[in-house]
């Protein structure tokens, strides 16, 4: 897990009822049960200051960060896909994006994130699709600086057959299978104390967020039989709750220790 992952993390699973705001030292006490060294965790913030996505903040004379609104929205938009019960039902219809990709490979690459973030795979150069419209498409293209025009229509082809020319589902499948053999037994997760559900709910949570960026969530008519990624995600939601309360106390903890100790803890992610 990376730093920037870490911090991402805890804003967004567990920081959402304290204001998206956090002392430093208290991120840098989460992210280091987490294994992530301090010096890394202040680099992640101050890069996150810098781009847009964290801003300083001082409470009651001690200085942390928070989640600008940007973060806040893209917080509570990811946090409804991690946790969602499953997906949408689908009309048949796929969704065509043509995109003028930019000429720069890095701002190309990102593009490339992003839409694979959002649900979308690439049938052509320029071509993208996806069983559902996103609702964050035109924002994520519009701050892209891109052209592009998009509309709804079925497949000319077996549905299935375009499925498999745009995303690896053996690949995926595989993916589903580690993740699934990876998965903290329930009555351990259960027996956890807080300082120890919280690293473990993390590595959960992280690993099940890495596939928001590869899985489109396609619809069950277009899936191999006995495709995993149901059972993948109900497991997850199952150990995840299990091992929410504890890794919320201990959270909850850490950020009351930091208040208490305000005066030796203060200070920002360069100090």
Known sequence: MQARSAVFDLYGDHLAGHGYWAPISAVITLTRTCGIQPPATRTAVSRMVAQGWLQPRTIDGLRGYAATPVARERLRRAHQRIY??????????????VVDAPKDRSLRDRLSANLGYLGYGRLAQSTWVSPHRSTELAETLQDADV??????????????????????LQELSEAYGAFLAGIPDLEVASALAPEDAYPVRTDLVHRWRKFMFTDPGLPREVLPAGWPGQSARERFLEVADELQPAARMFVTAVLAETRDQAPATRGGPDD
């Open 84 to 97: 969602a019960a499953g997906g949408d039902p689908w009309d048949g219809r796929w969704h065509v994006v």
């Open 147 to 168: 052209t592009w025009t998009d509309f709804h229509g079925p497949s000319q082809e077996d549905p299935v057959a375009l499925v498999r020319q745009v995303w690896d």
